[in-house]
């Protein structure tokens, strides 16, 4: 069992995440039976799916905070991969894991994600 999912693009987040590498061909959610993987350009998460505390779809996110590159939120130290200010996941972790940097010392306990059909990745993720 495999299950993708692709970032939906809004028009406007197109050139600022083409800047950073992020396209419709980099970026994408897959979800099997063990593990969480989310690609975001250069950006990679992984994490055990045993690790996955619960997912809330969510919406309305500014502009300035989330196109581009991968986000970091200075409030929670949760990461945003987004590619639209309309609609995503958030994805909550038992045990914070690794994404924004590439040593991973910086732990995220949360991401967020905005592929193109939110409730199905949070019913995939709940199976």
């Known amino acids: ?3 993708e999912f692709e970032f939906s693009f809004e028009g ?5 995440a083409l ?12 979800v099997d039976e063990d593990e969480l993987l989310v690609r ?3 950006w990679l998460l992984r994490t055990q799916r045993a690790n ?7 919406g309305g996110y500014a502009f300035h905070r989330t196109a581009g590159p991968a986000h970091l939120s ?3 130290r949760g990461v945003t991969f987004a590619t639209n200010s309309r609609r995503g996941l958030c994805i909550a972790f038992h045990d914070a894991v690794p994404a924004i940097e590439p040593t991973g010392v910086l732990r995220h306990p949360g991401a967020t994600v905005t592929v193109t059909d939110p409730d199905a990745l949070a019913a995939v993720l709940a199976a």
Do not use: C, E, N, W
């Open 12 to 16: 406007r987040y197109r050139l600022p």
């Open 74 to 76: 200075l409030t929670d």
């Open 19 to 30: 800047a950073f590498g992020v396209t419709p061909a980099t970026a994408r959610v897959v």
């Open 52 to 58: 996955i505390a619960g997912t809330q779809v969510s």
């Open 40 to 42: 975001f350009g250069p």
């Open 1 to 3: 069992m495999k299950h």
